[in-house]
T-cell receptor, first 114, second 110 residues
Framework: EAQVTQNPRYLITVTGKKLTVTCSQN?????MSWYRQDPGLGLRQIYY???????DKGDVPEGYKVSRKEKRNFPLILESPSPNQTSLYFC?????????????FGSGTQLSVL | GIQVEQSPPDLILQEGANSTLRCNFS?????LQWFHQNPWGQLINLFY???GTKQNGRLSATTVATERYSLLYISSSQTTDSGVYFC????????????FGKGTTLSVSS
């Protein structure tokens, strides 16, 4: 089954404790991206990647890191989480260079930073 | 940057009613998609529709790119249609920078 898999689904942590949210897709998509969703603000892009070893900042990259060492994986890293990073996070992927560029989302990760 | 406005912000319907959701955008786009976020938080892609009209069952969408708006039609609504509907637009060549509207929250009651 074609899917984008995020883990964990829920995460509670404390300020300053490094964490990683994993994202994996099995559709051989070139493009992957991370979004955060906050009440009243909709979804905002954090980082995206067009291919292996190619990453770029989205609208709200501060406090986040990403890496793309393999095509299927795109982990989101919070080196020193802060309470303002409490949010619902989504990973997404799609193919590039076609006319039907639907974006596929993972199930989301609800992060709480205390 | 490009602005995306969705209306109405909230919509309450009885099962069986029809509805129209609107998405206005402030500049030319080469990518427009509609998403449904169900009450469990899952985001499902409904349409990729930078221009023209598409239909999928009870849902259809029309984008008039020259007038910078898109409409999502839901006919004979069901309780399972409840959730938040997002419009997202992309303006760069590769369509990498999708900008999301704030969404329309739809509640369908039986």
């Amino acid at each position: 089954e074609a899917q984008v898999t995020q883990n964990p689904r829920y995460l509670i942590t404390v300020t300053g404790k490094k964490l990683t949210v994993t994202c994996s897709q099995n559709m051989n998509h070139e493009y992957m991206s991370w979004y955060r969703q906050d009440p009243g603000l909709g979804l905002r892009q954090i980082y995206y990647s067009m291919n292996v070893e190619v990453t770029d900042k989205g609208d709200v990259p501060e406090g986040y890191k990403v890496s793309r060492k393999e095509k299927r994986n795109f982990p989101l890293i919070l080196e020193s989480p802060s309470p303002n990073q409490t949010s619902l996070y989504f990973c997404a992927s799609r193919t590039l260079g076609t006319t039907n560029e639907k974006l596929f989302f993972g199930s989301g990760t609800q992060l709480s930073v205390l | 940057g490009i602005q995306v406005e969705q209306s109405p912000p909230d919509l309450i319907l009885q099962e069986g009613a029809n509805s129209t959701l609107r998405c206005n955008f402030s500049d030319s786009v080469n990518n427009l998609q509609w998403f449904h976020q169900n009450p469990w938080g899952q985001l499902i892609n409904l349409f990729y529709i930078p221009s023209g009209t598409k239909q999928n069952g009870r849902l259809s969408a029309t984008t008039v790119a020259t007038e910078r708006y898109s409409l999502l039609y839901i006919s004979s609504s069901q309780t399972t249609d409840s959730g938040v509907y997002f419009c997202a637009v992309g303006y760069d060549q590769a369509g990498t920078a999708l900008i999301f509207g704030k969404g329309t929250t739809l509640s369908v009651s039986s």
